[in-house]
């Protein structure tokens, strides 16, 4: 047997488990048999276990140089380094569906083998609809998108190799497989929340570990997303991170749209209000998933006719169609099954903060997906070429985000359910002198731009609420007579959501401002130098050395050493450098960074010419650093969410005052 | 309770119904200012004044003979043409690495009075399947209409422009 019928074997071995698991899963589900449920619980794990054996195959084809297998031929090469063909099994088509069948796997496990013990009548559904999904992407990988096919004889004795720009940085290698584990791992609430609608029941106790299995992907999503822009920045050289490209707003798409689901889920468990909300959140987010997989999948973004080349487009159109019908049907059909509780819910207080948060969430959705979708459909529909310029994007963007800060400093500060007026005045004027602050501070430090101004003062307004918020249960604990450290450590250990939602606020706050800053301050600069000229940029001078060429086994790279210095101290040399793959035409240029805390140096070779002369391109570019640092913020952040509380063992009246304030 | 469910309902209802209507209308009316058209020299000859001051991604081959490099190093000009029309191009970036005469290129920019268009986007399009200018030319103006998407790799190439 050959590796391609190895590999190929394996993978309908998993389409079986799938056909089988399906059926039986949502048999299991509706009649409650739990041998039924057995059944489906060994389906899941042999469908794994086939997936993760079909992935290991290719990754045993790669690294052997295994040419006889087509995807092999179609992205290895006996020049590439061992570490960059262990990835480049995601850095194509073919092999990125079969790396999601493994994601997919992972998850299906996780799911049965964490939620093992309670919550049968749900599991049985959740486990069916996922396997669902299973069966779509194993029948891909099976056959349109078949990546173990034989390669036609005779069989080449190298290939090109996997796209120059995927070898080209190190974050290559950790970006797209968080944003599968984001991408793929939305489809564990999406079934759970089936499940709900099918059973017809959706209580605290289902909403729970459903809110988990959210939060999750929800943050290999964040990171994933800002990886990609981390990449786009260290790699691409035009001295930005985000340009609101479809490929982009693929994956922002479900990242709003399940932050909404978070924030609603947040009320429902309250509450008891917007079940049916939170549920079409979830499931939307999970079509948007799709949507975005058929968006980068299948060639459409880039002209509407090579989407009809292979027939992997249309099919996941069919899918996404599929879903989507399904998703209506069974909305319509069990959404009054999902009763929320009657509330007495006012706008003045933190229900209506988390209303008006989803709102803009949504709203934000709305205007990437039109502008996303509308030169697809202006393409289809009239012939007419067309693309969404970025202003279009910035324009709602700015005054959505400004608005989200402004949510997450007067929401936490307003109590839930009705208050009354002085209370309500109390809570909104104390975090103003800090709001004041902060604009005072960004004024000091040079900010003029309004909207800066206001990103300044909203930021210092939610900064104070937040550490108001997060530090208030450890201030009632201390007043009991508790020390400052043990109070903070008990109030911390006793609800780390709490605490960990609150960090991600501090992190997203951190994100804005910084956005805020590069965005508006960057200082833009193109030259042409011979060897030993000086050019200034911002407070940087640049002196351009020489330009030297380095053979490396799969290409030829032009480092160019450029001397930096700043106010007149030297400050060491950069090496930005132009990549020439052998396989492509156009050479691909590695910028080289100087990163600080305050500010950015970013260089990037244009062109070298036969005189010697370097054009260069200088960007500095301010507080670009803390755009990483806050996301990781809310990565730490989410962790301490999926902490589970610790029990304290202390007899003490705090519990309802948290429970008063959280 | 059911009374209360139905005012509810209707509220909600309302609510959704008012701000998708908002949202479409900014959304729709900021998408038609901020279109960018894809066209080549012919179709942006074709378009006379109504193209001034829209954005337009113009594809084309590097008129031979055209490249023009102003003293200051900084201005550069050359011609745009598709065989059947030329439209003039300035400007002030840095040329990537595979410029030159008869390349294909795309440029984004506006077309001022004057008839020059100004670009501070320049991206060379050497696509693997492009032969040299000559009798393909049809085709290959047509594979590089098909190709004119910026994808994020591309804007490696291209000129300045803010995050």
């Known amino acids: 047997m050959t590796t391609s019928q190895i590999g190929l074997g394996l993978v309908l071995m998993a389409l079986l488990t799938c056909a089988a698991g399906t059926p039986i899963g949502f048999v299991a589900g509706a009649t409650r048999s739990a041998t039924g449920l057995q059944w489906t619980r060994r389906l899941a ?40 063909t262990i990835v480049s099994l995601w850095s194509s088509l073919e092999g990125s569906i079969l790396f999601w069948g493994l994601v997919l796997g992972i998850f299906v496990t996780a799911v049965t083998y964490l939620q093992r013990q309670g919550h049968e009548d749900y599991l049985a559904y959740t486990l069916g609809t996922m396997l669902l999904v299973g069966l779509f992407f194993s029948f891909m990988i099976a056959g349109p998108a078949n990546p173990f096919r034989s390669t036609p004889l005779p069989i080449p004795a190298d290939g090109p190799g996997p796209n120059p720009l995927l070898q080209n940085h190190i974050l290559m290698i950790v970006h797209p497989p968080l944003l599968y ?25 289902w909403l729970r570990p459903l809110r988990n299995w959210l939060l999750l992907p929800t943050s290999f999503l964040t990171m994933g997303i800002m990886l990609g822009g981390w990449w786009s920045y260290e790699v691409l050289g035009w001295g930005g991170y985000w340009a609101w490209d479809p490929v982009e707003n693929a994956s922002f798409l479900p990242w709003l749209t399940a932050i909404a689901a978070l924030h609603s889920a947040i009320v429902q468990q309250r509450r008891g209000s917007l079940k049916a909300w939170t549920s079409i959140l979830i499931m939307v987010t999970f079509l948007l998933t799709i949507l975005g997989t058929f968006l980068t999948r299948s060639g459409v973004v880039n002209s509407v006719h090579s989407f009809t ?24 059909l069990r959404i009054d099954t999902l009763v929320s509780e009657p509330a007495e819910d006012s706008v003045m207080a933190r229900e209506g903060a988390f209303l008006l948060n989803n709102l803009l969430l949504v709203t934000f959705t709305f205007t990437v997906l039109i502008g996303t979708l509308f030169p697809i459909i202006a393409e289809a529909v009239r012939g007419v070429k067309v693309s969404v310029g970025e202003p279009y994007f910035n324009r709602m963007a700015v005054p959505i985000c400004l608005g989200l800060l402004f949510l997450m400093g007067v929401g936490p500060a307003l109590p839930w359910g009705r208050s009354d007026r002085r209370s309500l005045r109390r809570a909104l004027l104390v975090p103003l002198p800090a709001a004041l602050a902060a604009m005072a501070i960004t004024a000091l430090l040079g900010g003029r731009h309004p909207n800066v101004l206001l990103t300044g003062a909203l930021a210092g307004y939610a900064l104070w609420v937040t550490l108001d918020q997060v530090l208030r249960p450890a201030r009632v604990r201390a007043r009991k007579g508790e020390s400052v450290p043990q109070a903070i450590d008990r109030s911390f250990r006793r609800a780390p959501r709490r605490v960990g939602g609150y960090l991600v606020h501090f992190g997203v706050i951190v994100t804005f401002v910084a956005i805020a800053i590069s965005a508006n301050y960057q200082v833009n600069f193109e030259t042409t130098m011979a060897p030993g000229q000086t050019a200034s940029v911002g407070d940087y001078q640049l002196t351009f050395d020489r330009v030297r060429v380095v053979n ?35 050479p691909i240029g590695t910028p080289a960074v100087r990163s600080t805390l305050t500010h950015d140096l970013y260089l990037t070779v244009m062109n070298v010419d036969e005189e010697g002369r370097l054009g260069l391109r200088a960007i500095v570019t301010p507080a670009v650093s803390w755009i ?26 705090a519990p309802a005052m948290e429970a008063a304030t959280s | 309770m059911s009374k209360e469910r139905t005012r509810r309902l209707v509220l909600a209802i309302t609510a959704v119904a008012i701000s998708a209507g908002v949202l479409a209308f900014l959304a729709f009316g900021g998408i038609g200012e901020n279109l960018v058209y894809y066209w080549s020299p012919t179709e942006l000859q074709g378009a006379g004044d109504e193209a001034i001051g829209a954005t337009i991604r113009l594809g084309g081959l590097v008129e031979p003979g055209t490249v023009e490099r102003a003293a200051d190093g900084l201005t550069l000009k050359f011609a745009v043409t598709d065989g059947a029309a030329s439209v003039p191009i300035v400007t002030n970036n840095v040329p990537p690495a595979m410029f030159r005469e008869g390349v294909g290129v795309v440029v984004e920019g506006t077309i001022r009075k004057d008839g020059s268009f100004e670009t501070n986007r320049l991206l060379v399009k050497h696509d693997n399947q492009y032969r040299a200018p000559g009798d393909g030319d049809e085709m290959e103006m047509e594979a590089l209409m098909e190709s004119m998407q910026f994808d994020r790799s591309q804007k490696a190439q291209n000129g300045s422009e803010d995050g």
């Open chain 1, 45 to 84: 794990y042999a469908f794994a276990f086939f997936m993760l054996l079909a992935n290991l195959v290719m990754q045993y084809a790669l690294i052997t140089h295994d040419f006889s297998v087509s995807y092999v031929a179609n992205v290895g090469s006996l020049a590439t380094p061992l570490h960059i």
């Open chain 1, 181 to 205: 584990l984001g991408y793929v791992g939305m489809t564990a609430p999406f079934a759970m929340t089936v499940a709900a609608l099918l059973r017809g029941q959706l209580g605290s106790t």
């Open chain 1, 309 to 332: 080349q292979s027939p992997i487009g249309p099919m996941f159109l069919g899918f996404l169609g599929f879903c989507l019908v399904g998703v209506v049907v069974l909305l319509s």
């Open chain 1, 552 to 586: 490396e086994p799969h290409m030829v790279s032009q480092r160019a050493t450029v001397a930096i210095a700043r106010g007149g101290k030297p400050k060491g040399s950069l090496e930005p450098a132009l990549n020439h793959y052998p396989t492509q035409r156009e």
């Open chain 1, 628 to 653: 990483w640092i806050g996301v990781f913020i809310m990565a730490v952040g989410t962790g301490i969410c999926l902490v589970p509380p610790k029990k304290v063992r202390v007899a003490e009246s």
